[in-house]
């Protein structure tokens, strides 16, 4: 079964970097965009960024210039390099990705577990 399974969350100070890794593990035929998005405390989940399978890349306004999402397709992964980390970033971070499971033939969305991301001021 394909999963994607975060790791790289804590608790760090304002102004600090963290780096998020987001692995797909499975038999996987292929796997189009992938993304991170968190949801804080008392809030719903949100779109924090994208990245297409040939690299395009979207950002929430409230991360652009600070967060930074990258992949790579040989390990299935993604990134989130997270600088400049303000106490509003704190959330628990999804990944998602659209794939395509070897076994399946059929397109699926699916989510991590997520990790706990928490900025203290």
């Known amino acids: 079964q394909v999963q994607l399974v975060e790791s790289g969350g804590g608790l760090v100070q304002a102004e600090e970097s963290l780096r998020l890794s987001c692995a797909a593990s499975g038999s996987i035929l292929s796997i189009n965009t992938m993304g991170w998005y968190r949801q804080a405390p008392g809030k719903q989940r949100e779109l924090v960024a994208t990245?297409?399978?040939?690299?395009?890349?979207n950002y929430a306004d409230s991360v652009k210039g600070r967060f930074t999402i990258s992949r790579d397709n040989a390990k299935n992964t993604v990134y989130l390099q997270m600088n400049s980390l303000k106490p509003e970033d704190t959330a628990v971070y999804y990944c998602?990705?659209?794939?395509?499971?070897?076994?399946?033939?059929?397109?699926?969305?699916?989510w991590g577990q997520g990790t706990l991301v928490t900025v203290s001021s």
């Open positions: 998602n990705a659209g794939v395509i499971p070897t076994s399946q033939y059929r397109y699926l969305e699916i």
């Open positions: 990245i297409k399978s040939g690299g395009g890349t």
